[in-house]
Every structure is written in structure tokens, then in C-alpha cells.
Nanobody, 122 residues
Framework: HVQLVESGGDSVQPGGSLKLSCVAS????????MGWIRRAPGKEREGVAT???????TSTDSVKGRFIISKDNARNTLYLQMNSLKPEDTAMYYC?????????????????WGQGTQVTVS
């Protein structure tokens, strides 16, 4: 069982930056995937970025060049550095984990989720 706790969400002006953190507790070993998924009001969940246990990274086109996903294995912490924020980045951001597998293509295939942290850009 894995527990995830996000932090770092806030309200910022367009062009600003935020860094989200997600602390994971529980057994995570072998192959796994950690990711950030967001849900904007009235929209479907959208995968933002993922990083797997080998450090391989993917990100959605709309955040490439602006958002950076990283992890600190010693601290069991996942990060999302968000730069050049736009109003369309406004959403609840969730940290998610999938164990014993590579990164899924669909957000719903992550097995563990945090409670979310709100990012508002206006």
C-alpha cells in the first residue's frame, strides 16, 4: 500500500512559477511509475508528466519546455517544477503511482493517488 501527499499548490500570476512536491510512503521497489495528473474544472483528467523507476520521463506536449518532473529516491519525493505558467494550467494536480509496471498511457491506470493540490493561474 502506498500513500501520497502533495503540496506546493498556490495562486500565481501568468508567467509565474511553482514547484509541486509529492511525498510517497509505503513499499515501492522494483519497477514502478510516478506521475502528475491534472483535472481542470469541467474537463477530463490529463496526464502531465511521468517518470519511471529507471528515470525515463514523458510529458504532454502542452507543458514541454515549461514543466520539469523529477524525483529524489532518498527522500521518496516526486517533484514538478512548473515555469511560465498559463491560465490554462489552472487545475487540481494529483500525484499518482503505479507499481510493478511501466508508465501507463491512461491516467485511470495508476493505482494510487494523492489528495491533490490546487494550482490557479490568473
Amino acid at each position: 500500500h502506498v500513500q501520497l501527499v502533495e503540496s506546493g499548490g498556490d495562486s500565481v500570476q501568468p508567467g509565474g512559477s511553482l514547484k509541486l512536491s509529492c511525498v510517497a510512503s509505503g513499499y515501492m521497489d522494483g519497477t514502478y511509475c510516478m506521475g502528475w495528473i491534472r483535472r481542470a474544472p469541467g474537463k477530463e483528467r490529463e496526464g502531465v508528466a511521468t517518470i519511471d523507476s529507471d528515470g525515463e520521463i514523458t510529458s504532454t506536449d502542452s507543458v514541454k519546455g515549461r514543466f520539469i518532473i523529477s524525483k529524489d529516491n532518498a527522500r521518496n519525493t516526486l517533484y514538478l517544477q512548473m515555469n511560465s505558467l498559463k491560465p490554462e494550467d489552472t487545475a487540481m494536480y494529483y500525484c499518482a503511482v503505479r507499481l510493478n509496471s511501466g508508465c501507463p498511457t491512461r491516467p485511470r491506470d495508476f493505482g494510487y493517488w494523492g489528495q491533490g493540490t490546487q494550482v490557479t493561474v490568473s
